[in-house]
């Protein structure tokens, strides 16, 4: 009969009891209390970028708010009437909001033709959500596919307020070079963008603005200030005549 001292050993067959084995490093595993804390350090700093956004933002709206106030107060009567008209002009169903596409049209109308990143970041910086939006249509289909119509959110529609539209444009219509001012009310008489106005544009203009001027005078206005003597004024002439 075998006796144990015959068996090989367990341990050094299975590396037990080897020199050492019993200090040997072992393989580390973070805790769930390790990766707890490490999840909430991570959203603590998220949340504190997030705040200090937006305090910067509410400070820069606020900033610009305040300068829009100033620039509104030195205004014309006239300036703070055209605003106004445009505003109400777009404003379609009258509560006192625009939205995107108003906004856009609004901003033309008064010489300001922006593309689209301007007009969106205009609405991101001062804008208010909407909070009358349509109710959205129920899920149909297929259970995934209804899962995926709940989980899906619009984007919260933008708009902004009177009050901010006209403080923002108060500070546009102050900025702006006189010039551009100039050749804006030109175009306006120069029907069909021919580079002069003509004794028919200033009939038309007449017209229009219910002037009731004569034949001689409209004629003596363009002579007095063609200087080429070709019968129209050009657009230099034009802003010769505005700029004194």
Sequence with gaps: MATSSNNPGLGPRYGLGRAGASGAAQPSFNTPAAAFSSTAKTQ?????????????????????????????????????????EAFNLFDLDKDQYIDYHELKVAMKALGFDLPK????????????????????????????????????????????????????????????????????????????????ITLQDLRRVARELGEGLQEDELVAMIEEFD??????ISREEFINICLG
Excluded: W
């Design 117 to 196: 990143q301007e007009i969106v970041s205009i609405l991101n910086t001062h804008g208010i959500q909407a909070t009358n939006a349509p109710n959205q249509p129920q899920p149909t289909g297929s259970k995934a596919k209804q899962a995926a119509q709940q989980a899906y959110q619009a984007p919260p529609r933008l708009l902004l307020p009177f009050h901010t539209f006209q403080t923002l444009m108060a500070s546009r219509i102050l900025s702006r070079d006189p010039t551009e001012e100039i050749i804006r009310a030109f175009d306006l008489f120069d029907e069909g963008g021919k580079g002069k």
């Design 227 to 232: 200087m080429d003597a070709d019968g129209a």
């Design 44 to 84: 603590q700093r998220l949340e504190a970028e997030r705040l200090e956004r937006d305090r910067k933002a509410r400070e820069d709206r606020e900033r610009m708010e305040q300068v829009g106030q100033n620039s509104l107060a030195e205004l014309s009567e006239e300036q703070r009437e055209e605003i106004t």
